[in-house]
């Protein structure tokens, strides 16, 4: 089975632009997560979604939102950038949520 | 409200010798518990977890884990370092009676000596 994909890997944008993250989940999985992974912050969770339904949602401004299709792929929107967005986002999928989650490689986004 | 401290943000190790990386939790409800590793320019990837069966959990890699209820630990442990385990490691727990919101610790980042 082909893993969990994230496009693009790297990306730069500048204050106050938006964004947005796609993620494709492994065949099958029905689950995709969103995480921010930063230097400071460690890495926390952004949000859930189950067969098109947000299930779960951190602590995170309404910036970030999300959405996921019929056929599981994910995308992540963030809205109004600020330097302190620049961070590494992970999708998992998996197949429930206790079930094991597989991470994507990440994009990395610098905000400048 | 659940939380993970990882002891340690680096540890250091020589070739050969025994890895213990240490993670203690805090829930109110029966946990799920899970050790994570990061490669350079990847995502995680899951070495073990606790789903309340056995309490010794052995992983890929060689790596096990002990969860001790008594102590709120999952420590994570390898008889013999190689210098391939060089990475971050992440403990994560999911309250089972909540949300199901992980929480990761801060990493602990594994160097291995040769």
């Known amino acids: 089975k082909a893993g969990v994909t994230q496009t693009p890997r790297y990306l730069i944008k500048t204050r106050g632009q938006q964004v947005t993250l796609s993620c494709s989940p492994i065949?099958?999985?029905?689950?995709v997560s969103w995480y921010q992974q930063t230097p400071g912050q460690g890495l926390q969770f952004l949000f859930e979604?189950?067969?098109?339904?947000?299930?779960n949602k951190g602590n995170f401004p309404g910036r970030f939102s999300g959405r996921q299709f019929s056929n599981s792929r994910s995308e992540m929107n963030v809205s109004t950038l600020e330097l302190g967005d620049s961070a590494l986002y992970l999708c998992?999928?998996?197949?429930?949520?206790?079930?094991?989650?597989?991470f994507g490689p990440g994009t990395r986004l610098t905000v400048l | 409200a659940q939380s993970v401290t990882q002891l340690g943000s680096h540890v250091s190790v020589s070739e050969g010798a025994l890895v213990l990386l240490r993670c203690n939790y805090s829930?109110?409800?029966?946990?799920?518990l899970f050790w994570y590793v990061q490669y350079p320019n990847q995502g995680l990837q899951l070495l073990l977890k606790?789903?309340?069966?056995?309490?010794l959990v052995k992983g890929i890699n060689g790596f096990e884990a002990e969860f001790k209820k008594s102590e709120t630990s999952f420590h994570l442990t390898k008889p013999s370092a190689h210098m391939s385990d060089a990475a971050e490691y992440f403990c994560?727990?999911?309250?089972?009676?909540?949300?199901?919101?992980?929480?990761f610790g801060r990493g602990t980042s594994l160097i291995v000596h040769p």
């Open positions: 994560a727990v999911i309250s089972s009676g909540g949300s199901y919101i992980p929480t």
């Open positions: 829930s109110s409800v029966p946990p799920y």
């Open positions: 065949s099958g999985h029905r689950s």
């Open positions: 998992a999928s998996s197949s429930s949520w206790t079930d094991t989650q597989y």
């Open positions: 979604y189950f067969s098109e339904t947000q299930r």
């Open positions: 606790y789903t309340s069966a056995a309490t």
